[in-house]
């Protein structure tokens, strides 16, 4: 079964500094992964995607992941941290068993400090 | 373009009623996906709809449970004999086809009194 590990479930930064939102994974196969964020009230929206191509991927709002099979890990990063990226981050990896549903990690909650 | 529609936003309801919570897809997409979210166990798949096939009610925590999806495009998920423990956020997805990222409505937020 398919499962992944957010190491914090919660990250402060100061606004202009890097963010880093770490997330490890377990799959018997080549996964799909993806991070979602979650603003307060809101559903999720996609950041990102992994699906078997480049390892380093770019998503939306400056944040940017990268795949390292020998590490099992999807790391999220972001060069410089704005107030607007106050959030929840999960980080998914997706069933392919047929039904493709996404497996959720528990989240980490990013602060960003003025 | 209209994304994912979620029907109530906020439902509060009294134990032991039944509930029904409406998810209005993407246009065009064929695969539907309910997803629970709730403060002790995070996020949960419930049920996955892809286009006629059976759905795949694998995640579905118990016969109180039901979800129908009528013409292949409006989800209903309905709760029978609400217990307090299902008071959660229920949120709904759905994507162009099995493989593809989803995209979630903001969800209903259940609370059971």
């Known amino acids: 079964a398919q499962s992944v590990t957010q190491l914090d479930s919660h990250v402060s930064v100061s606004e202009g500094t890097p963010v880093l939102l770490r997330c490890n994974y377990s799959?018997?196969?080549?996964?799909?992964l993806f991070w979602y964020v979650q603003h307060p009230n809101k559903g999720l929206q996609l950041l990102l995607k992994?699906?078997?191509?480049?390892?380093l991927v770019k998503g939306i709002n400056g944040f940017e992941a990268e795949f390292k099979k020998s590490e099992t890990s999807f790391h999220l990063t972001k060069p410089s941290a704005h107030m607007s990226d106050a959030a929840e981050y999960f980080c998914v990896v997706s069933d392919r068993s047929g039904s493709e549903k996404l497996v959720f990690g528990k989240g980490t909650k990013l602060t960003v400090n003025p | 373009g209209a994304g994912v529609s979620q029907s109530p936003s906020n439902k509060v309801t009294e134990k032991g009623k039944d509930v029904e919570l409406r998810c209005d897809p993407i246009s065009g997409h064929t695969a539907l996906y309910w997803y629970r979210q709730s403060l002790g166990q995070g996020l949960e798949f419930l049920i996955y709809f892809q286009g006629n096939s059976a759905p795949d009610k694998s995640g579905l925590p118990s016969d109180r449970f039901s979800a129908e999806r009528t013409g292949g495009s409006v989800s209903t998920l309905t709760i029978q004999r609400t217990q307090q423990e299902d008071s959660a956020v229920y949120l709904c997805?759905?994507?162009?086809?099995?493989?593809?990222?989803?995209?979630f409505g903001d969800g209903t937020r259940l609370s059971i009194l």
């Open positions: 799959s018997s196969y080549s996964p799909s």
């Open positions: 992994y699906t078997s191509a480049a390892t």
């Open positions: 997805a759905s994507s162009l086809s099995g493989n593809q990222p989803q995209h």
